[in-house]
């Protein structure tokens, strides 16, 4: 099985500030995908990186997947309370993408 | 909200009892899973079906028995569970997974399950 690691684990910051979390692996994914999560609900899905060196953003957000397809990046701009959550990556292994492995997540808390 | 639904949302069962957790799409997706979450852990893959065919089971034990009627349906029974089977029960959905190799899942709100 191939393994994720996230970092860091947890993160408090400020409303209105930077931050990135990080997704690793040593095994290459054919995609990787960026979850949020809130407490007693499913993960939601942010966004799908599947190229080497894609950036993708999604209003503050900016995903990248590194050129090697082993890791990733979620960097969010002017955090707002409302981004709280659990961010998971998830990499999809294997040919047909089925068995979808999950890293141990980024507990993220914006304090106001 | 959602478009893959999971009922109940919370159960509680004695370690004797026999009960059902159901899952519901109509997303036309053709892979449907069940994951289990312990409270702070990520989701843990139970089971994968592909086409309406088991495809995955990750060892887990025949207390939890998988089930998909057709393509829109999936059931986890679950008979003489533990106390430590308590957990999130996460049901998710991705596109028909052959083709391709971007298979995002879309995830059930869960069912949070009590064995007492």
């Known amino acids: 099985t191939q393994l994720l690691e996230q970092s860091p684990q947890f993160l408090s910051i400020q409303e209105g500030e930077n931050l990135t979390v990080y997704c690793n692996s040593s095994s290459v994914f054919s995609s990787l995908q960026w979850y949020r999560q809130e407490p007693g609900e499913g993960p939601v899905l942010l966004v799908t990186v599947v190229t080497g060196g894609e950036v993708k953003k999604l209003k503050r957000l900016t995903f990248q997947f590194g050129d090697a397809r082993k890791d990733s990046s979620l960097h969010i701009t002017a955090a707002q309370t409302g981004d709280t959550g659990l961010y998971l990556c998830?990499?999809?292994?294997?040919?047909?993408?089925?068995?979808?492995?999950f890293g141990p997540g980024t507990r993220l808390s914006v304090l106001p | 909200d959602t478009e893959v639904t999971q009922t109940p949302k919370h159960l509680v069962m004695g370690m004797t009892n026999k009960k059902s957790l159901k899952c519901e799409q109509h997303?036309?997706?053709?892979?449907m899973y069940w994951y289990k979450q312990k409270a702070k852990k990520p989701p843990e893959l139970m089971f994968v079906?592909?086409?309406?065919?088991?495809?995955i089971n990750e060892s887990v034990p025949s207390r939890f028995s998988p089930e998909c009627p057709n393509s829109s349906l999936l059931n986890l029974h679950l008979h003489a569970l533990q106390p430590e089977d308590s957990a999130l029960y996460l049901c998710?959905?991705?596109?028909?997974?052959?083709?391709?190799?971007?298979?995002?899942?879309?995830f059930g709100e869960g069912s949070r399950l009590t064995v007492l």
């Open positions: 997303m036309g997706h053709r892979a």
């Open positions: 998830a990499g999809a292994q294997g040919n047909y993408g089925q068995n979808f492995v």
């Open positions: 079906y592909s086409y309406e065919k088991l495809s």
């Open positions: 998710a959905s991705s596109q028909d997974a052959v083709h391709t190799n971007t298979g995002e899942l879309f």
